[in-house]
């Protein structure tokens, strides 16, 4: 009897195959960008000592290579405040033509948080708009520019949190666009780095990072009014190129910043600091351009993941390209405790009625002798 149920407990097993379980179900690998790159609140750098901030995190990382040469805390899930404005711009930009009328609404003009001036039945262009979002960090300007997508917020939010993931920023989850301090919502210094990468390749975003000034409408169509870039260090460190700032009573001050020196594009991204952002990140992009040829890597900024190919129907599709190999699941082997749970699950249906049945069928072949004594 026991040599019949080790071969079935053999057969169930090799019909169930390894005992792994895949990437997916057991978490990442590590965090994204790199082992150092964690989300414990320390400094972490190799080859020079870096300026002391107040930040509870930030990163500082070459754009063109992808480097990052300088971290503490890079993945802590923090809220963003209008730094998330950067990934709103992502997913707006690519759909939105630039010489679109919009006309102001009561919902635009209501909407809490920091505002540009978008007045009920103004007119504006969506470039207007954006140059609202970016240098004033207007809200307003936000619900104008979602409000004319197609889906408004709710499918701007999906497609914010779909692009976040597209470019493996894990960190970041999307509840208000806007980057107000909404239930759920937080991003990471990692994933803000990601978001400048990927915004500062585009032409427009890089441009309206980069604007010190612009003119908005009054209200009654009386003449116009300045309106001034928030991030400082556009106006105070050389060769900056901008990006976005951030504050809400609950994130504290958050900020995006990057500059071009000596032939590298620096990027600075801090959050949750008290006071002193500005001073802070200057310091921050000093020391790296000072101690570049020092500095070794201690992390990299993931690229960003090829949309799904699709067919000529348009549905993703579901065979390689011809000559290029499927690829693998990564996979991780489970403890014992853990195979003898995933077993249960994993072995088919008909493996369990296996031992009865065979038990059954030895008891109608014993010998007719032993069974009348039974009797």
Not at 18 to 24: C, D, K, S, V, W
Not at 58 to 80: C, E, I, M
Not at 146 to 164: L, S, V
């Amino acid at each position: 009897m026991r040599l019949l149920l080790t071969a079935c407990a053999t057969t169930a097993l090799a019909v169930a195959g390894p005992l792994t379980a895949t990437a997916a179900d057991q978490g990442p690998q590590g965090p994204v960008g790199g082992v150092l790159l964690t989300a414990k609140p320390t400094v972490i750098a190799d080859g020079a000592a870096p300026p002391a901030v107040q930040a509870s995190a930030y990163v500082v990382a070459d754009l063109d290579t992808g480097q990052v040469l300088a971290a503490k805390a890079p993945h802590a899930k923090l809220r963003p405040a209008s730094t998330l404005k950067t990934l709103t711009a992502l997913v707006l930009l690519p759909r939105l033509k630039k010489t679109d009328p919009v006309i102001g609404s009561d919902a635009d003009a209501g909407i809490i948080g920091s505002k540009v001036g978008v007045y009920p039945g103004l007119h504006y262009t969506v470039d207007l708009l954006f140059q609202g979002m970016f240098l004033a960090s207007g809200n307003d300007a936000v619900h104008a520019l979602c409000a004319h997508d197609q889906g408004g917020i709710p499918a701007t939010i999906e497609r914010m949190n779909a692009k976040a993931k597209e470019i493996g920023a894990l960190d970041t989850h999307v509840t208000d666009p806007t980057g107000l301090d909404a239930d759920g919502q937080y991003s990471s210094a990692y994933d803000l780095a990601l978001f400048a990468q990927a915004g500062l390749a585009r032409q427009d975003f890089a441009k309206y990072a980069s604007t010190k000034y612009t003119n908005f409408p009054n209200a009654g169509n009386k003449g116009t009014y300045q309106v001034a870039n928030q991030n400082k260090l556009l106006f105070n460190y050389d060769g900056a190129l901008g990006v976005k700032t951030g504050y809400t009573t609950l994130a504290r001050n958050t900020f995006v910043g990057a500059a071009r020196r000596n032939g590298h594009t620096l990027v600075v991204t801090m959050m949750n600091a008290p006071h002193g952002i500005t001073e802070d990140a200057s310091n921050l992009l000093t020391w790296t351009f000072t101690n570049y040829g020092k500095l070794k890597p201690v992390g990299t900024l993931v690229k960003e993941q090829a949309p799904p190919k699709t067919t000529t129907q348009g549905k993703p599709a579901d065979k390689p390209a011809s000559g290029t190999a499927r690829p693998q699941r990564s996979r991780t082997v489970l403890s014992p405790g853990q195979a003898v749970q995933s077993l249960a699950f994993r072995v088919p249906v008909w493996a369990y009625a296996g031992p009865p049945v065979l038990l059954l069928g030895l008891f109608l072949r014993r010998p007719r002798t032993l069974r009348r004594r039974r009797h």
